[in-house]
T-cell receptor
């Protein structure tokens, strides 16, 4: 069974540009979440999508947005990049249940560097 | 609001000796708790999860954790450390919100294993 796939693995962008990251969840998983990991702030929740709808949102500015397609694949977009957006962006997928016991399975991440 | 506190940012042990990584949680409800491990430049791998069943939870690679409600703790242990255990470990609480799957991470404990 294939795991969570994130593309690309590495990205270098210039300040002011925008970037789109992609995540393909485990087959059958309909919930996709995004997290930002930085040395200073640790792992922070960005948002979660389920059945093409944003179900939860973290405390990030509107420059961070996402979407989910009918096949559960998800994209995350960051506009007007800032140096502080440099981070490892992790995608996680989980089964569609309201139980709080659902564990998330993570991809290897996309390492974004803003110069 | 739910939160987790990892009491040690760095732990160093000798190979073959026990490992103890400490985690305290705060939750208004019965929490779901997880331990994840992250090796350098890798995504997060689930070690084990607590979901209100048995309080002693066994995970992969010989790790286990005990849920203690009276102490609001969920410490991770392993009887005998191996060099391959060197990594960063995250204690995580699952937050219910909108029926979604939002994870709140601790700040991480870097485990060093020495010969």
């Amino acid at each position: 069974k294939a795991g969570v796939t994130q593309t690309p693995r590495y990205l270098i962008k210039t300040r002011g540009q925008q970037v789109t990251l992609s995540c393909s969840p485990i087959s059958g998983h309909r919930s996709v979440s995004w997290y930002q990991q930085t040395p200073g702030q640790g792992l922070q929740f960005l948002f979660e999508y389920f059945s093409e709808t944003q179900r939860n949102k973290g405390n990030f500015p509107g420059r961070f947005s996402g979407r989910q397609f009918s096949n559960s694949r998800s994209e995350m977009n960051v506009s007007t990049l800032e140096l502080g957006d440099s981070a490892l962006y992790l995608c996680a997928s989980s089964l569609p249940t309201r139980a709080i016991s659902t564990e998330a399975f993570f991809g290897q991440g996309t390492r974004l560097t803003v110069v | 609001a739910q939160s987790v506190t990892q009491l040690d940012s760095h732990v160093s042990v000798s190979e073959g000796t026990p490992v103890l990584l400490r985690c305290n949680y705060s939750s208004s409800y019965s929490p779901s708790l997880f331990w994840y491990v992250q090796h350098p430049n890798k995504g997060l791998q689930l070690l084990l999860k607590y979901t209100s069943a048995a309080t002693l939870v066994k995970g992969i690679n010989g790790f286990e954790a005990e849920f203690k409600k009276s102490e609001t703790s969920f410490h991770l242990t392993k009887p005998s450390a191996h060099m391959s255990d060197a990594a960063e470990y995250f204690c995580v609480v699952s937050v219910m919100g909108g029926g979604g799957n939002k994870l709140t991470f601790g700040t991480g404990t870097q485990l060093k294993v020495e010969l």
